[in-house]
């Protein structure tokens, strides 16, 4: 594959942060393989990390490029540990409600509907702003990302509505999948070094500009998915794309990376 | 000494890649489905096969590069295989003549290019109704247009699962893209 270096450059740890909130997504994601609550949604899940990890494999490819000393998608993805990964933390949680250190929860449906559809409206927003970055590598890699993230975001939507004007069950299911994430969301709009420096240097999106339409997007579903919006509070607000994880990531990571670390080089 | 071979005219190879088809639809070639862009002089005067991929994570796409390279190195041509993103593949690249096979094929051809916007997603599906923004996708064993959609994601990251009300039958749609 031959890629040619664009005269306006995105900072590598800018590139990391969107390729890493695709690969942690989509592993997340990946692990409904199999398990899906129904086989339509076992295809969905399935497809839906699949787009994903094909993003995060061309962001890491023009990030390894950019990089150079030998550098690889397959470098960056398996051989890079918890605080060098920049993806929000709200990515790397389990399925399931809060939980800590090891525990261990079933993988709730709602929680995997809720994290998609909140991340989904953020990416539609943010892709089509960078579709014209003055990064023509990242403008382009973006309006791919743009036309699949609207089908990731059609398809959380309808299930969130389904789930929150739905039965008893899935409505507080719904609900509570929603108080334990939209708190993560906060991260959202607290800049990072790798996005101002973005900003600067016109290639990245000012995440703040963004947040006036993602409310009005996540308000108008809600109304319609008959769900509330958990109060603002002035809690912690998590670090992720600034390497300062949750303990869950650590997991995602050891299972993701295991087989490329004990065995270096395979091919198949 | 010899001279040195005249190199293959780009007719050739074209007629050549032409017999390529996609690994999931064999009843299409990459050229129709507008994954095969370009053959062209490369600043170095290789030859170079431009390709665009479909889907970021289309399992099909290093089978297809890989097809490419088979063919080229049958025809003893030194060239490479060029993947161009931009312009983003789309949909509306395939020829009509193209969603003819596919909708013979049994799947139904991609209407719309552009799926719902961030401002206009308050149509929602519900179970039976269909939702307005929906384009009509007709059966493709029946032709009605009595259709509705299943499953938003099907058996490739392309398609959309849907069910004829005439007919019955269930049936893939090429999702606009």
């Known amino acids: 594959m031959s890629v040619s270096t664009p005269v306006a450059c995105a900072p590598v740890t800018y590139l990391l942060h969107l390729a890493d909130n695709a690969l942690i997504l989509g592993q997340r994601n990946a692990e409904w393989c199999g398990h899906g609550p129904i086989i339509e949604e076992d295809l969905s899940m399935a497809n839906n990390a699949l787009d994903l990890i094909g993003q995060a494999r061309l962001l890491y490819q023009y990030a390894a490029q950019r990089i150079g000393n030998g550098a690889t998608e397959d470098s960056l993805a398996y051989f890079r540990d918890v605080p060098d990964f920049r993806n929000y933390t709200l990515l790397e949680l389990p399925h399931s409600a809060p939980l800590a250190a090891t525990a261990r929860g079933d993988r709730d449906y709602a929680t995997t509907i809720v994290r998609n559809f909140l991340y989904s409206a953020l990416m539609v927003l943010l892709w089509e702003r960078l579709s014209t970055s003055?990064?023509?590598?990242?403008?382009?890699?973006?309006?791919?990302?743009?036309?699949?993230?609207?089908?990731?975001?059609?398809?959380?939507?309808?299930?969130?509505?389904?789930?929150?004007?739905?039965?008893?069950?899935?409505?507080?299911?719904?609900?509570?999948?929603?108080?334990?994430?939209?708190?993560?969301?906060?991260?959202?709009?607290?800049?990072?070094?790798?996005?101002?420096?973005?900003?600067?240097?016109?290639?990245?999106?000012?995440?703040?500009?963004?947040?006036?339409?993602?409310?009005?997007?996540?308000?108008?579903?809600?109304?319609?998915?008959?769900?509330?919006?958990?109060?603002?509070?002035?809690?912690?607000?998590?670090?992720?794309?600034?390497?300062?994880?949750?303990?869950?990531?650590?997991?995602?990571l050891a299972e993701m990376q295991s087989l490329a670390r004990a065995h270096p080089g395979a091919s198949w | 000494m010899h001279p040195v071979a005249a190199p293959t005219p780009h007719a050739d190879i074209w007629a050549a890649l032409d017999a390529l088809t996609d690994p999931e639809i064999p009843v299409i070639s990459l050229r129709e489905m507008g994954i095969l862009r370009e053959v062209r002089e490369g600043a170095d005067g290789v030859t170079e096969v431009v390709i665009t991929p479909t889907y970021s994570g289309c399992p099909a796409m290093s089978q297809i590069e890989d097809d490419v390279r088979t063919v080229l190195a049958g025809l003893g041509v030194p060239a490479r295989v060029v993947t161009q993103l931009a312009p983003a593949w789309t949909t509306d690249w395939m020829s009509d003549p193209a969603r003819e096979k596919l909708r013979a094929y049994g799947i139904a051809p991609p209407q719309c290019a552009a799926p719902d916007r961030p401002g206009n997603v308050t149509a929602v599906l519900r179970f039976v109704t269909r939702p307005v923004s929906e384009a009509n996708v007709p059966c493709p064993h029946c032709g009605s247009s009595e259709t509705t959609e299943i499953s938003h994601f099907g058996s490739t990251a392309c398609k959309a699962q849907y069910r004829c009300l005439a007919c019955l039958e269930p049936f893939d749609y090429f999702k606009p893209y």
């Open chain 1, 134 to 252: 003055t990064d023509e590598q990242l403008a382009a890699i973006a309006a791919r990302s743009l036309k699949e993230v609207q089908y990731h975001l059609r398809h959380s939507r309808d299930w969130l509505v389904r789930f929150g004007d739905g039965t008893d069950e899935s409505q507080a299911r719904a609900q509570a999948a929603l108080d334990h994430m939209l708190p993560y969301t906060e991260e959202f709009w607290t800049d990072s070094a790798a996005e101002r420096e973005a900003v600067a240097t016109g290639v990245g999106v000012e995440v703040a500009t963004l947040r006036a339409d993602w409310d009005m997007l996540v308000a108008n579903t809600l109304a319609v998915a008959t769900l509330q919006r958990p109060a603002a509070s002035n809690g912690y607000v998590s670090q992720g794309k600034q390497g300062v994880h949750s303990e869950h990531l650590g997991f995602v």
